[in-house]
């Protein structure tokens, strides 16, 4: 069974770090094409991608985000850690995790979910 | 361009059927994948790939794509279908990997 699940700080000040843990199991971040995403969605907005860590270790973000975030794994935990500097109301949101598995014949896709952390950056 | 096109908002009444959009160049090369997110919960995959549905999605879930669109059909809409629908799909032109489109509200009359 695979599940996944944030954890974090609900409350983050203005031009602090915030550093959130996707807690997983019921699967190999280990096996080829599968990678671990996290995205985010502000208060009554859409989806955002924010990055993503694959089976390589190899990372990939939202370009407009970039120089902001820095995914990272410890396969021997089953985790995956997101950091974002420099923390701001706008980026006030509810932070999923989620699977990419790659799909014989259909693509890659995101599977399972997180249920998400809700993180509020005010002063 | 990179981007996904999604209407903001559908309705449709109760028992009829309503089809969402998506539209994007990169749907040309990739499969789009269907979302549906309710209040306060996380994104379920609804559609994947040439119109697959995961074990436990209703089958008047479906799915269909032509060239730079990509289509969810719900065939007799319950009242519970009301949500939001995303897609999300790989970006043929690399710049952002991953593209999510807007989502649509839809509403159930």
């Known amino acids: 069974q695979v599940t996944l699940r944030e954890s974090g700080p609900a409350l983050v000040k203005p031009t602090q770090t915030l550093t959130l843990t996707c807690s997983f199991s019921?699967?190999?971040?280990?096996?080829?094409?599968?990678?671990l995403s996290w995205v985010r969605q502000p208060p009554g907005k859409a989806l955002e991608w924010l990055g993503l860590?694959?089976?390589?270790?190899?990372?990939y973000y939202n370009t407009s985000l970039k120089t902001r975030l820095t995914i990272a794994k410890d396969a021997s935990k089953n985790q995956v850690v997101l950091k974002m500097t420099n923390l701001d109301p706008v980026d006030t949101a509810t932070y999923f995790c989620?699977?990419?598995?790659?799909?014989?014949?259909?693509?890659?896709?995101?599977?399972?979910w997180g249920q998400g952390t809700a993180v509020i950056v005010s002063s | 361009s990179s981007e996904l096109t999604q209407d903001p908002a559908v309705s449709v009444a109760l028992g009829q059927t309503v089809r969402i959009t998506c539209q994007g160049d990169t749907l040309r090369s990739y499969y789009a994948s269907w979302y549906q997110q309710k209040p306060g919960q996380a994104p379920l995959l609804l559609i994947y790939g040439n119109n697959n549905r995961p074990s436990g999605i209703p089958d008047r879930f479906s799915g269909s794509n032509s060239a730079t669109t990509a289509s969810l059909t719900i065939a007799g809409a319950q009242a519970e279908d009301e949500a939001d629908y995303y897609c999300?799909?790989?970006?043929?032109?690399?710049?952002?990997?991953?593209?999510f489109g807007g989502g649509t509200k839809l509403t159930v009359l």
């Open positions: 989620a699977r990419i598995y790659p799909y014989s014949g259909s693509g890659e896709v995101y599977d399972y």
């Open positions: 860590i694959d089976s390589d270790g190899d990372k």
């Open positions: 999300i799909c790989r970006d043929i032109s690399g710049i952002h990997f991953w593209l």
């Open positions: 019921g699967f190999s971040l280990n096996i080829n094409g599968v990678a």
